[in-house]
């Protein structure tokens, strides 16, 4: 059976949410209502997601929600400043995953939808950076594959390079 590429995806996330986050607990899904959010109130989390707000223009929105955990899943990439976000949680524990920067292909960017643009690929080290500058000490990370079924080079590549990079952190 061929598992798709968000499926494989939230398959990923959703164990590793669970190894660090028990249920139930309390979560702003940073980003609009998405099948995943679908998903993890399927396992027993209570999940608020923020409405579509520029996060960049207003990272203060993060402290409107009473939550035990802040998640965001692919979102930090697309804003242009994540730092200040990340400054403005108050709670004490994150769950994030990011796109890797991959070095045989150029970021994501649709020609036809504006929000849906990488601003930022990082590689891990970065991330990392990132989260710690901001006030944040990691304490578990992850890294899986996102292969695809297609011929060429970069598919091939795709089988053994990370594409996808999880982290759980808490406030320091």
Same mark, same amino acid.
């Given at each position: 059976?061929?598992?798709?590429?968000? /499926?494989?995806?939230?398959?990923?996330?959703?164990?590793?949410?669970?190894?660090?986050?028990?249920?139930?607990?309390?979560?702003? @899904?940073?980003?609009?209502r998405?099948? $995943? +959010? =679908?998903?993890?109130?399927?396992?027993?989390?209570?999940?608020?997601?923020?409405?579509?707000?520029?996060?960049?223009?207003?990272? =203060?929105?993060?402290?409107?929600?009473?939550?035990?955990?802040?998640?965001? $899943? #692919?979102? $930090?990439?697309?804003?242009? &400043?994540?730092?200040?976000?990340?400054?403005?949680? =108050?709670?004490?524990?994150?769950?994030?995953?990011?796109?890797?920067?991959? %070095?045989? &292909?150029? &970021?994501? *960017?649709?020609?036809? @939808?504006?929000?849906? *643009?990488?601003?930022? /690929?990082? /590689?891990? %080290?970065?991330? @990392?950076?990132?989260? /710690?500058? +901001?006030? %944040?000490?990691?304490? @578990?990370? #992850?890294? %899986?594959? +996102?292969?695809?079924?297609?011929?060429? $080079?970069?598919?091939?590549? *795709?089988?053994?390079?990370? *594409?996808?990079? &999880?982290?759980?952190?808490?406030r320091?």
């Amino acid at each position: 059976m061929y598992i798709t590429i968000p /499926e494989k995806r939230y398959q990923h996330t959703l164990k590793f949410l669970k190894k660090h986050i028990p249920t139930p607990a309390v979560i702003l @899904d940073l980003g609009i209502r998405n099948p $995943f +959010s =679908e998903i993890m109130e399927a396992n027993g989390y209570t999940v608020y997601n923020t409405e579509g707000e520029d996060l960049d223009l207003l990272p =203060e929105i993060v402290k409107k929600y009473n939550v035990q955990v802040v998640t965001a $899943f #692919e979102i $930090f990439e697309h804003l242009i &400043a994540p730092f200040n976000v990340l400054r403005e949680i =108050e709670t004490t524990k994150i769950v994030t995953t990011i796109p890797l920067k991959l %070095w045989f &292909a150029n &970021a994501y *960017r649709s020609k036809t @939808d504006m929000w849906d *643009r990488h601003y930022h /690929e990082f /590689e891990d %080290w970065q991330y @990392d950076w990132l989260l /710690e500058k +901001s006030g %944040w000490k990691i304490i @578990d990370s #992850e890294k %899986w594959t +996102s292969p695809i079924n297609k011929i060429g $080079f970069r598919p091939i590549l *795709r089988k053994f390079t990370p *594409r996808y990079y &999880a982290v759980y952190a808490e406030r320091k």
